[in-house]
Structure formats: structure tokens, C-alpha cells
């Protein structure tokens, strides 16, 4: 019991010399975690502002000519985007048949074949920086290689242009995903004689498809809403056209068209052309969600 | 492949005629597999009983050519990456050699932008492109740091996941609904209520002199910080998350309270990743187009108000490539794309190796 004196005195005196101390440091604790729950308000907050915006303009402009008729002349009430849903469908579908097999590759050749060389570290490196780089240097080096040499506008530019941008995203998805299949599942594969490519196709492919599936549609999110590298690729068009060597209607074109006209009934165009647009964007973003819940095979651990 | 047959180690250095020669790779392995292998009584039957498996195999040949030409197929894609790069960089160095001849490196030192003379000089659009992504950092970084302190160390664990989507969702919304938006709501705000009242009470400053249409720089910057904040916020957090838990337990442990643990144990620990972040932000703020080319207001001027109208170099590329008829023309806004890209590359470059020296070692978590 001799020490219980002892130990009070050590202890009391720092405690009353801190205590204002202790004060400023929970004072100042409280403050900064408000300033931090402040913080996240602000930043939802345009969110909210945006969507909740854009649902009550787009909404209440959006009818059934928007989806089935072409772009009326100024002047003329109604007219719609139809050529603009079909020709974003065309620039979308041949920039992911050019860019998402070579993404693909590319990740594949990252994950299976690259790792831990100095070329796999440098193509990784490289599609990072590449994803870095503005949409709208693609665009003018597409218009520099294609346009220029063909001498017209044409939805394969545009096409070309949105691959480029599409290539580095999917690669670095694949070799993530890739990256979470466990070595067990190939080792099984190798073990049992199956050659190398036939492991990575039928086997880590196979199993890291929901995943890689996953960066494929963000990707295609990502691309969907891009006009940067369509100005002067795809151009725009105010007919329909499915030829692939001439100018083509995309929507993000031709929000970007009516949203700085002066003009109040393009204005409303543009407002249910950019819901429809993201629209779509977010179901491929809620597809992604549902694809990813199922997950990929997980383990490792033996 | 090697690794289907089976080597015992009674007979490997002279029995065994299959592995060293059917991979290279397959010297090293082989030890490895004759370890495990120790009590397998396999090799004696292994050329006599009838095996549904090597007939298999014996039918597919070694798959050796199969296996190298994949393996090519699979290098040419990746290498296709390199040659984007490369490929972007000469043709634009190409389309844009008339400038670069006749300018030099005076395009860049120069606020003449006269294309009916054919003067060239892309002085203000760097001007604008570093005011506006200066004021884009200011306005996100501290907001963007403060989600990512939220998200990982304060919030309730069930706010987690919505706020992490909901921030990553502000990502997914594309450049030219900001630039909507910003033209029907952010113009009119800024030009009735919150560009007056900045000029009544910082108009001290000068920064807010001058004519005020609410399009113009600061208009500019404010979407730009809407639009780089997920970014910066989505990898800051992963780059906390990146700090190990034991760090945190140690701060606590020795009294201190939440802010100061998250000061000297997180923010400490992470602060070149975090720089890597916001340096990533800075790379999408300089090549951001479509929103910026809407409400920037387009005009090749350096005035000190930041209401007046301006012009960055990826909207001057979009707002004028349409109108560049004559070759000087044209080919000084691809000088510009090539500034815009050699700038973009360096940064990134830089920020991508701040990133990976920080999440590099850290063990892979997804919440």
C-alpha cells in the first residue's frame, strides 16, 4: 500500500497542467472532423444539385419524338436525336470491336506473361500515363492520321479515336482482375498438361471474366459521353446516316451543339439528350455493379 | 509442357531424358516438383498403362509454337500501347512542323493570336490553362482531402460504401452534362449573386474588377474543381487505406486523439501519395475540354480579373480547329495539342510514380 501515494502524486500533477491542453486538442479534434463531414456535404452537394436538375429539365422535355424523330430545322417546334442514339450506338460499337480485344491482350500479356519484367512494368506505366492523356489530343491525332488523309469526316475517325481512349482503361482492368485469380487454378490447369495459352484463354480468362467484363462496360461508360475527340472526328450529322466513311450524329455532339445555341427549344433538346445520355451510362454503371457483386473466384488460400 | 511429367528423384540426373529439354524455363521447376513428388509410384507404369489423359495430350503435340506464338500475339497488343503513344507524338509533330519552324520557341512566350495576319502565340491559352487549374486545385484539394479523411477514418461503417459511390458517381457524369449545367445553373449564379458579391467584398483584391458576364475564368475553375474532385478524393483514399492499421493503434495508443492520429500517423505516412493524387487532378484539369470550352467565354486575352473571359489550350483546339482553314492556321492549335500532350505525359508521368511508391507494397483491399 506503500506505493499508492507515490504513483497519485506522479500522475495528478501532469493531468491538472494538461488539462487545458486537453481541451484545445479535443476542441481542435471536433473542429477538423466537422470541417471533414462540411467537406463531404459540399462535394455531394453539385452532385445532387446536377442530377436532380437535370432529371426535372430533362424529364419534362423528354417525349416520344425525342427517341424517333431527326433534329428539326430552327424554328420548327419538336424534332428529336434519333439519328444521334443510332450513330452514338455505331461510333460505340466499332470503338469497343477495335479497342476492347486489344485491351484485352494487352492485360492479358500483363498478368500472364509480363510480370515482374521491365517491359510489363513499362507497358503498365505507359497505359497509365496514356489514360492521363486529354481526350481532345486523341481527337486531333486521329483527325491528323485519318481525316486529313481522307479528306472527309467520317464515324470509323470517330470510332479510331474513342478505341485509342478505351485501350489503356480495359488493359489495366484485365490484369487486375486478372491479378485475383489464384496461382492454384492455373498450376491445376498446368499440372494436368494444358499448355500455357489454352491456361490463360479457357482458365484465368474464364474465371476472371465477370471482373474483366466489369472494366470493359466502365470503359464503355467512359467513352460513351466523350465529345472531345468526336469534334473533329465524327463531326455530327443532322441526318441519318449509317455509312461508315461519312460525318455521323453522336449524342454528346449534339448536346454540345444545342446546349450553346441560343435557341430555347434546342436548349430543352439538349436537356433530355444529356438525361438520355446518362441514362444510359448509369445502367451500364448499375449493370457493372450487379456483374461485380457475383465476383470473381477468390481463395488462395489453400 | 513440363510440368505434366513426373521426375523421381532416384532417377534424375541420368533417367530422366524429358525435362531439360522440352522449356527452358522448366530447369528451375524441376527440383521443386521432385520434392513433392516424393512418394509417388508413377514413373514405372508411366509408359504402359493406358492413360485417358497423355493420349490427350500426346494428340495435341508439346504446343510448344502454339504457346511462343501466343505469347507474341499477346506482347504485339501490349506493345500497341507504345506505338499509341509514339504514334500520337509524330503525327502531331508532323502536322504541326510549319509553326514550329516558323515560331520557334517565341509560340510559346507570345500573346499574339492573330489569324488573319498569321500571328501566332499561345501565351494566353497557358495563362488560362495554369489559372484555372490552379484555381481548381485550390478549390478541391482541401475539399477533396477532407471526403477522403471522412470516408476512411470517421464515418460510420454503413456511410462507407454510399458515399465512396456516390463521389465516384460525380466521375461518371460526362464532361459535356457539366458544361450544361454549368451554362443554365453556375453561369446565373455566378453572374447575379456570387460574382457581385465577391466584388463588394474582395474587390480590394482586384481580382474581381472589370465587366462581369458569369462566363469567364472563375466560372471555368468551379466546374473544373467539381469535376477533378472524385479523382483526387478516390485515390487519396485508397492511398490512406494503404497505411497499416497498426500505425494507427500505435498513435492511439499513446493518447492521441483522433485528429492527431490521423495528422501523424496517416497523413504523414501518405503525403507523396497524396501529392501523386492531387498532381493526377491536375492532369485532368489541364486537358479538361468540353466544360471549360462552354463557359470560359473564349477570348485570347491575360487580364488580372478573374471574370473576364478567357481561353485554355484544349478550348481553343475545340473551339477554333473548325475555323483553322489556312495550313499556319491549323497547324499552330496542333503545336498546341502537341504542348497540351508533352505537358499531360510529364505530369502524369510524375504522378503515377508518386502514386505507385505509396500503394506498391500495400496489401490489396477492396471495401
Known amino acids: 500500500m506503500s506505493t499508492q501515494p507515490i504513483q497519485a502524486s506522479i500522475t495528478r500533477r501532469p493531468l491538472r497542467v494538461s488539462a487545458t491542453n486537453r481541451m484545445l486538442r479535443t476542441g481542435i479534434n471536433r473542429f477538423v472532423t466537422g470541417l471533414a463531414v462540411l467537406a463531404t456535404l459540399l462535394v455531394l452537394a453539385p452532385l445532387f444539385a446536377i442530377l436532380l436538375y437535370l432529371i426535372y429539365k430533362g424529364a419534362s422535355s423528354l417525349n416520344l419524338a425525342f427517341f424517333t424523330h431527326n433534329p428539326a430545322p430552327v424554328g420548327e417546334p419538336g424534332g428529336g436525336m434519333a439519328n444521334s442514339i443510332v450513330g452514338s450506338g455505331i461510333i460505340l460499337a466499332l470503338a469497343s470491336f477495335m479497342g476492347v480485344p486489344v485491351g484485352i491482350c494487352a492485360g492479358l500479356y500483363l498478368a500472364e506473361f509480363g510480370r515482374g519484367k521491365l517491359l510489363g512494368d513499362a507497358v503498365r506505366f505507359t497505359a497509365d500515363v496514356l489514360n492521363g492523356v486529354p481526350s481532345i489530343v486523341m481527337g486531333i491525332s486521329v483527325y491528323s492520321l485519318i481525316v486529313m488523309r481522307e479528306r472527309h469526316f467520317s464515324a470509323f475517325a470517330g470510332g479510331v479515336a474513342l478505341a485509342i481512349m478505351m485501350v489503356p482503361t480495359i488493359t489495366r482492368t484485365t490484369e487486375e482482375m486478372l491479378l485475383q485469380v489464384p496461382m492454384s487454378v492455373r498450376e491445376a490447369a498446368l499440372g494436368l498438361g494444358v499448355s500455357k495459352w489454352r491456361t490463360a484463354l479457357s482458365v484465368s480468362l474464364r474465371t476472371a471474366s465477370p471482373g474483366i467484363i466489369t472494366g470493359c462496360m466502365l470503359a464503355f461508360a467512359r467513352v460513351a459521353g466523350e465529345t472531345a475527340p468526336l469534334l473533329f472526328t465524327a463531326f455530327g450529322n443532322q441526318f441519318w446516316s449509317f455509312a461508315l466513311t461519312q460525318p455521323i450524329a453522336a449524342l454528346p455532339l449534339q448536346i454540345f451543339v444545342y446546349a450553346i445555341s441560343p435557341y430555347d427549344e434546342w436548349h430543352r433538346l439538349a436537356w433530355a439528350g444529356a438525361l438520355v445520355l446518362i441514362g444510359l451510362i448509369m445502367a451500364s454503371v448499375t449493370l457493372v455493379r450487379i456483374f461485380a457483386g457475383r465476383g470473381t473466384v477468390r481463395g488462395g488460400r489453400s | ?367
Not at chain 2, 505434366?4 to 530422366?16: F, L
Not at chain 2, 493503434?249 to 507523396?272: D, P, Y
Request: hydrophobic share 55%; net charge positive; charged share 10%.
Open chain 2, 1 to 367: 509442357m513440363s510440368s505434366s511429367r513426373m521426375i523421381i528423384p532416384g532417377e534424375s540426373p541420368s533417367g530422366s531424358p524429358t525435362s531439360p529439354k522440352s522449356g527452358t524455363s522448366s530447369a528451375a521447376a524441376a527440383p521443386a516438383v521432385a520434392l513433392s513428388m516424393d512418394t509417388a509410384p508413377v514413373s514405372s507404369e508411366r509408359s504402359s498403362a493406358p492413360s485417358v489423359i497423355r493420349d490427350f495430350l500426346r494428340g495435341r503435340g508439346s504446343g510448344n509454337v502454339a504457346d511462343k506464338s501466343f505469347a507474341a500475339i499477346m506482347l504485339l497488343c501490349a506493345c500497341s500501347i507504345f506505338a499509341i503513344v509514339l504514334f500520337i507524338l509524330f503525327i502531331l509533330v508532323a502536322r504541326s512542323k510549319l509553326t514550329l519552324a516558323q515560331f520557334g520557341l517565341t509560340f510559346f512566350s507570345t500573346s499574339a493570336w492573330d489569324p488573319v495576319s498569321g500571328n501566332f502565340g499561345a501565351l494566353p491559352f497557358i495563362y488560362g490553362t495554369l489559372m484555372t487549374s490552379l484555381l481548381a486545385l485550390l478549390m478541391a484539394v482541401p475539399l477533396a482531402l477532407g471526403v477522403a479523411v471522412f470516408v476512411t477514418e470517421l464515418c460510420p461503417r454503413q456511410l462507407r460504401a454510399p458515399i465512396s459511390f456516390l463521389t465516384e458517381l460525380l466521375a461518371a457524369i460526362p464532361s459535356v452534362v457539366y458544361g450544361l449545367w454549368a451554362v443554365f445553373v453556375l453561369v446565373p449564379i455566378m453572374r447575379d449573386q456570387l460574382g457581385p458579391a465577391l466584388a463588394r467584398y474582395f474587390g480590394w483584391t482586384q481580382l474581381f474588377g472589370g465587366a462581369n458576364f458569369g462566363m469567364g475564368l472563375l466560372t471555368a475553375s468551379m466546374i473544373l474543381a467539381i469535376m477533378i474532385l472524385p479523382i483526387i478524393s478516390s485515390l487519396t483514399r485508397d492511398i490512406m487505406r494503404a497505411v497499416p492499421d497498426s500505425q494507427r493503434e500505435a498513435v492511439l495508443a499513446l493518447g492521441a486523439t483522433r485528429w492527431e492520429m490521423i495528422r501523424t500517423g496517416v497523413l504523414r505516412n501518405s503525403r507523396i501519395g497524396i501529392v501523386g493524387a492531387v498532381m493526377l487532378g491536375l492532369g485532368r484539369a489541364l486537358g479538361e475540354t468540353m466544360a471549360v470550352t462552354m463557359v470560359i467565354g473564349n477570348h485570347p486575352s491575360i487580364s488580372r480579373s478573374l471574370f473576364a473571359p478567357a481561353n485554355t489550350l484544349a478550348s481553343v483546339i475545340a473551339g477554333e480547329f473548325s475555323e483553322a482553314t489556312d495550313d499556319t492556321y491549323l497547324s499552330a492549335l496542333i503545336e498546341i495539342g502537341l504542348a497540351l500532350f508533352l505537358v499531360t505525359i510529364v505530369v502524369n508521368a510524375v504522378a503515377r510514380l508518386m502514386v505507385w511508391a505509396v500503394t506498391r507494397g500495400a496489401p490489396a483491399r477492396s471495401i
